[in-house]
């Protein structure tokens, strides 16, 4: 099929600069997030003066979970379709490698949107939403992902914003994990209480890497208000679970996040 010097040019061009963005897309992200986030403690401040409160976590929260949504939004609706006409372009002159690489990043794109904003983590459905989740994780590592829930699980209980945090610290986690931890095998359990235990939603996050310092990580992590460790226990203490992090150097590392259900 006959395809105009223009059409390539158009197609090297869109290549060019979706090449650029994607080099700059998480330091813009992360840059755009602190200072959202940075402007949002400040107005609190100046308010109430309760950097601490109640108030101060939903807003702080509620605020990244409309920029994660925009954000998928607009790499559902500009960049995944320019990829995709540029991959049909490509095919059009031929070009198997370059189709091949934009099949790549048009996945990639596609699997950043769903980790931002996943379409069906509004479900109230924490075990679903789990499942995907371990899925989705396992198909973008090397890292063998074994996800046990125990028969007759009862999370009906949690409300939709519980649903929604709890699955966000462990997604955080699984990050921190394929990012830090080189390990080979991560095993996430998820039961109700056992015995004397108070009733409610336990998560145990086990995985075999090389473990670290959770006394220098937890200070480095509260001076810094570094998104990993410090975005988990923030969403664990807006939602009033327990997150625990035990781990030591060269023997992996294990987080338990416990939501108890809320007795009358």
């Known amino acids: 099929m006959n395809v105009s010097e223009e059409q390539v040019r158009h197609l090297y061009s869109i290549i060019h600069s979706y090449t650029i963005f994607f080099i700059v897309f ?29 108030e101060h976590l ?27 006409y540029c991959k049909s372009l490509a095919e059009k002159l031929e070009q198997s490698e370059l189709s ?3 099949e790549k990043s048009l996945y990639e794109v596609r699997s950043m949107s769903y980790n931002l904003a996943p379409p069906d983590v509004t479900r109230n459905d924490l075990v679903a939403n789990l499942v995907n989740l371990c899925q989705t994780f396992e198909e973008r590592s090397s890292i063998d992902f074994r996800l046990t829930v125990t028969e007759g699980i009862d999370t009906y209980f949690l409300t939709q914003t519980e649903n929604l945090n709890l699955y966000r610290i462990v997604q955080e986690s699984l990050n921190n994990i394929i990012k830090h931890a080189d390990a ?34 937890r200070k480095v992590a509260a001076e810094t208000k570094h998104f990993g460790l410090f975005g988990m226990s923030e969403r664990a ?25 809320e007795t009358i």
């Open 237 to 261: 203490r807006f939602i009033g679970a327990e997150l625990d992090i035990s781990s030591e150097e060269g023997a992996g590392t294990q987080v338990t996040i416990v939501k108890r259900m």
């Open 26 to 54: 998480d330091v813009v992200f992360f840059v755009g997030a602190v200072g959202a986030i940075i402007l949002a403690i400040k107005f609190l401040k100046s308010k109430r003066n309760s950097e601490n409160s109640a």
């Open 184 to 217: 080979t095998e991560v095993t996430v359990l998820v039961r109700n209480q056992i015995g004397t235990e108070p009733k409610g939603i336990y998560i145990f996050i086990t995985d075999d890497g090389k473990g670290f310092d959770v006394r220098r990580r």
């Open 58 to 84: 939903k807003f702080t929260i509620q605020g990244q979970e409309e920029e994660r949504a925009r954000i998928a939004r607009e790499l559902h609706d500009t960049v995944a379709q320019d990829l995709r």
């Open 100 to 102: 091949s690489i934009l």
